[in-house]
């Protein structure tokens, strides 16, 4: 079975522009997790879909959003980039609608760069 | 609400010898744990989890932990490192109801293994 897959794995973009980032879980795991990975700041939970619907989200500006399709593949927009959203994004799939409940398999990450 | 810390940011170890990395969680209810290593570059990978029962669970790559409810701890346990063992570790707690599919991280510890 394939594992999770995040396309594009590098990303460079200039502050003021927006992004989108994809995220294909494992087929069959309906719910997606979205990460975001920086040196100061670590892991932090960005928002979580389940059946194309937002179950969760965290503590971040309304810049970053997110939506799910029916085929459970995910994608992510930031827009307005700054320089501080430079960072390691990973996607995180699981067969329930808590990750808690199913182990969460990673993605490999798409690294952002903003200049 | 959940946090996880990971007192020891850096730690080196000789090749062949035991490796213990620390893990203090808050939680208010039963907390559902995770080990993740993760390699330069790349995304999570799951060594291990605790959901219920037995306290000593086994992992992959010959790795365990032991949950400890009296001290909130859930350290990572392997006697014998290799080399390839050298990685960043996380320790991360999820959680049930409203908040499932959103796990809290460590900061994370990063192995050195000296040959």
């Known amino acids: 079975k394939a594992g999770v897959t995040q396309t594009p794995r590098y990303l460079i973009k200039t502050r003021g522009q927006q992004v989108t980032l994809s995220c294909s879980p494992i087929s069959g795991h309906r719910s997606v997790s979205w990460y975001q990975q920086t040196p100061g700041q670590g892991l932090q939970f960005l928002f979580e879909?389940?059946?194309?619907?937002?179950?969760n989200k965290g503590n971040f500006p309304g810049r970053f959003s997110g939506r799910q399709f029916s085929n459970s593949r995910s994608e992510m927009n930031v827009s307005t980039l700054e320089l501080g959203d430079s960072a390691l994004y990973l996607c995180?799939?699981?067969?329930?609608?808590?990750?808690?409940?199913?182990?969460?398999?990673f993605g490999p990450g798409t690294r952002l760069t903003v200049l | 609400a959940q946090s996880v810390t990971q007192p020891d940011i850096h730690i080196t170890v000789s090749e062949g010898a035991s490796l213990e990395l620390r893990c203090n969680y808050s939680y208010g209810a039963t907390p559902y744990l995770f080990w993740y290593v993760q390699s330069p570059g790349q995304g999570l990978q799951l060594l291990l989890k605790y959901f219920s029962g037995d306290t000593l669970v086994q992992g992959i790559k010959g790795f365990e932990a032991e949950f400890k409810r009296s001290q909130s701890s859930f350290n990572l346990r392997k006697p014998s490192v290799h080399w390839s063992d050298a990685a960043e570790y996380f320790c991360?707690?999820?959680?049930?109801?409203?908040?499932?599919?959103?796990?809290?991280f460590g900061d994370g510890t990063t192995l050195t293994v000296k040959p």
């Open positions: 995180a799939s699981s067969t329930t609608s808590g990750g808690a409940l199913g182990e969460q398999f």
């Open positions: 879909y389940f059946s194309e619907t937002q179950r």
């Open positions: 991360a707690v999820g959680a049930w109801g409203t908040n499932a599919g959103k796990s809290t």
